[in-house]
Each structure stands twice: as C-alpha cells, then as structure tokens.
C-alpha cells in the first residue's frame, strides 16, 4: 500500500513565528508507516500558488501554513491540479478555516489532516483571480490596504486601523449587476461571502454555506458612530443580516460596474483595479480536508 504524500507550504512571516513548532509537531503526529511528507518555505508574494500549481499533480494534498492570503495563495494553485487543500491556519483572522470548523491549534490542525475527509467547496472567480472565503469592496477593502502596509499584525493592530479610519471613510455609489437585475447602492462596504465570515468570528453573512452553489453579496449601507457597537455586536452574534442597515442578495454572478481607480480585496490581500469586476461562483471546484 502506498503511502499518501503531504507538503506543507509554510509562510514564514505569518503568525508571529507560529510555525517554528511545526516541524517538532509533525514529528511527533505523523505516522511515517502511512504518510510521507515534505516542508517548503516560501520566499516571495505569490510563491505559495507557484509551488502548489508545480506540486499539485505529486501530492495528495497539499498543506498551506499561514493566514488567509497564504491559503488563497496556494488554493489558487490547486483549482486545475489533482491534490486536494489542506489548512494549518496561523494567520490573524483564519476566516475560512474557522468557518470550515478547522482547528486554530498547530497541533489539532495537523491530527485533523491526517484523520478528517475531503470535502468539495464552491470557489469564487473575481475578474482573473480567485478567492474561497470573501471577498469585497468599499471599507473593509480600504481596511486591507491600510493593514498591508503596516509593520506590525495581529488583531489589535486591525482594531486600531478600523477605528482610525473609520473617520475619515466616505460611503461610496455603486453599480452593480446581480445575476442580470441592476442595482445603484450606495454602501458603507459590500462583501461577496463565499463562507460565512471575514475571520476572527466576524459573521459578515451569518447564512452563508460554502457549497451551495452561490454567494452572498452582503450590503452595508452608511451608519453613525452611535450605531457601530450595535453592528459589532450583530456581527458577533450572527445577526447582521436582521438589522435594517444590512442588505443581501443571493448570487451567481455579480459585475461592478468601474471606470475610475477601485480598491477590492480577495481573502483579506488588497487589490486595485480601473476596469469593471466580474464576480462568479464555480460550484464545487475544490477538495479540502476538514474535519469529521
């Protein structure tokens, strides 16, 4: 009987050294009579998808070891290949591993990979790319550029962002085309929900299931400062999509209409585009290994 072959893509910058335990743990977890595995680090933005699209046809499955734009970056090389995605989530949000109910602890998170199933989970293509867990425009894609360009990470540094700017934010006018009716929002923050929650339990879509072949377009329209505990609170609490300031649409295919400098995020990781982003969903397209 054949072993099965795991390799770990590690993100040596996420989760504040998190990942030094790793080696010593999958040492001690892994039984080599069944499994054999590689590790690799990864060196530059993007290599994660580079290294799995070139390993994806070796592997069985193939480990990300970081936050969330490292597991979108290696998801991305895996949509074509045979392996399936496995998680170690090590990030500051882990918003799709905590929505697939993936352990936060390096150590459960390894045991749920060599213990758990494959599960087949939709993926969103958004103009050229790719996200599996949400993706969006207006505030929360502000927030990604601020926090991508400070030193320091963690939660409370994306506390501190979000409050700071909050400010100085101004709602925006958007035009979007949901599955072929057009809609003129104006929104605080639009998400596109593949999953359930942006991470660190932030429900943005409370209702959200990642393979129901569909998405939530999840609309946030302007509110005071007054008002912004009561939608912390709602966002915690699984409630958001009950308040009055909260609109969502079901959808398969989105188009924001864009002619001028428009920021988005996919996963958390910042991006900026001038032309129009085409948002669609493909049921279904990704194995990943969660638990049981």
């Not at 699209?53 to 074509?80: F, P, T």
């Not at 400070?150 to 979000?162: E, H």
């Amino acid at each position: 009987m054949s072993k099965q072959k795991f390799l770990f893509i590690v993100n040596p910058n996420s989760g504040v050294g998190k990942y030094k335990k790793l080696e010593k743990l999958l040492s001690k977890e892994v039984d080599v009579d069944k499994f054999q595995y590689n590790i690799v680090y990864t060196e530059f933005a993007g290599h994660a998808k580079e290294i799995a699209k070139k390993s994806s046809n070796n592997y069985d499955v193939i480990v990300a070891v970081g936050g969330d734009g490292s597991i979108n970056e290696a998801a991305q090389g895996l949509i074509e290949g045979n392996a399936a995605l496995g998680i170690i989530p090590v990030g500051s949000g882990n918003g799709l591993a905590r929505s697939l109910k993936i352990p936060l602890s390096i150590k459960k998170a390894i045991q749920t990979l060599f213990t758990a199933n494959q599960r087949k989970i939709d993926i969103v293509r958004i103009n050229d790319e790719y996200f599996f867990n949400v993706g969006g425009i207006g505030f929360d894609a502000s927030i990604g550029h601020l926090f991508d360009n400070t030193d320091k990470r963690g939660f409370l540094t994306y506390l501190k962002i979000v409050f700071k700017a909050y400010f100085s934010y101004q709602s925006g006018n958007y035009d979007l085309i949901i599955d072929g009716n057009r809609r003129k929002i104006h929104a605080f923050l639009i998400s596109f929900a593949n999953s359930n929650q942006w991470g660190n339990n932030f429900y943005i879509s409370p209702l959200s299931k990642i393979e129901d072949g569909k998405f939530e377009v999840c609309v946030l329209k302007p509110f005071s400062l007054f008002y912004a505990p009561i939608i912390a609170f709602a966002l915690f609490s699984k409630t958001i999509h009950k308040l009055s300031k909260a609109d969502f649409y079901s959808a398969k295919t989105v188009v924001v209409k864009n002619s001028e400098k428009l920021q988005f995020h996919i996963d958390g990781e910042p991006k900026t585009t001038t032309s129009d982003l085409k948002i669609e969903v493909i049921p279904r397209a990704l194995n990943v290994i969660t638990p049981l």
